[in-house]
């Protein structure tokens, strides 16, 4: 891996286009639904670099876990020095939290709470357990408040129905992911439900939250929220995470911990898809 591709690779480009899309996925939940041309390109810029900054400053609280648990990874490898992966999130951070005072006050606030709550996670909540699993899926629910507040211009009651679901599936991912993690959070004294109960407990308590948010899902549709387009997409997402339910809990492997964690991802993505179409028709 070259330089360049390391500073591309460290900012995680999947997970930045998947806040992206809950951006545009809180746009289609909102009251208005509307998004102007700037708006989705300022947007897009500032979930991609707010993701991308609190991604180096992971790899940088992590990199002497990920030697162990990801030694792939550009600081845990040695391509990007620490001092500099510092500088370049701090980079990332100032272009993100500008480009969305840009769009808003509002979103600028948004912006700046998620991105010191995602700090305080990467440098000492993760050490928490199950309260950092909450802050970070706390997190990861903040795009689509910011695609919301964008397009109505305020912060409105009717997205936080929709972050439940959001909240609790990825919970039980960052549960799982801690069955992964075991050997290295260790080093941190990360106290994971992994670590603390053991990978079987782990694995069952990240189940519950999956079939939680499965339970949870059709309750928009009940409300009125979104269309009868948004059901058959969403239970397609649900059969995943049930699936995915069954696999860590016949194996609690770090092996399968992993597959499980990426592929609840696909998953999520597919939610968010219910989401837009669900929202927008």
């Not at 162990?68 to 510092?86: E, M, T, V, Y």
């Not at 795009?143 to 972050?163: K, L, V």
């Amino acid at each position: 891996m070259n330089q360049f591709k390391a500073y591309v690779m460290v900012t995680r480009p999947p997970n930045g286009i998947l806040m992206f899309i809950g951006i545009l996925a809180g746009v289609a939940l909102s009251y208005s639904k509307i998004i102007r041309l700037e708006e989705l390109v300022y947007s897009f810029i500032v979930a991609y670099t707010l993701n991308g900054s609190s991604m180096v400053l992971n790899d940088y609280f992590d990199r002497e876990i990920d030697k162990i648990n990801a030694p792939h990874r550009p600081l845990a490898s040695g391509l990007i020095k620490p001092s500099h992966a510092i500088l370049y999130s701090i980079i990332l951070a100032l272009i993100g939290i500008t480009f969305a005072a840009l769009i808003s006050s509002y979103c600028m606030i948004i912006a700046i709470i998620s991105y010191i709550v995602a700090f305080l996670y990467n440098s000492s909540w993760k050490k928490s357990g199950l309260t950092g699993n909450f802050i970070v899926s706390l997190v990861v629910s903040a795009p689509f408040i910011f695609g919301a507040t964008m397009s109505d211009g305020y912060i409105s009651e009717r997205i936080m129905i929709f972050i439940i679901p959001v909240i609790l599936s990825n919970t039980g991912r960052e549960i799982i992911k801690g069955i992964a993690d075991i050997e290295g959070d260790a080093i941190r004294d990360v106290k994971s439900i992994a670590r603390i109960k053991g990978a079987d407990k782990a694995a069952l308590m990240g189940a519950i939250f999956y079939i939680s948010a499965v339970l949870f899902s059709p309750i928009p549709y009940f409300m009125g929220l979104v269309s009868q387009a948004y059901l058959p997409i969403v239970l397609m997402a649900d059969a995943g995470f049930i699936q995915c339910s069954i696999k860590i809990i016949k194996s609690p492997s770090r092996e399968n911990a992993i597959k499980v964690k990426n592929e609840t991802l696909g998953w999520m993505l597919v939610a968010l898809i219910a989401y837009i179409i669900g929202g927008i028709l």
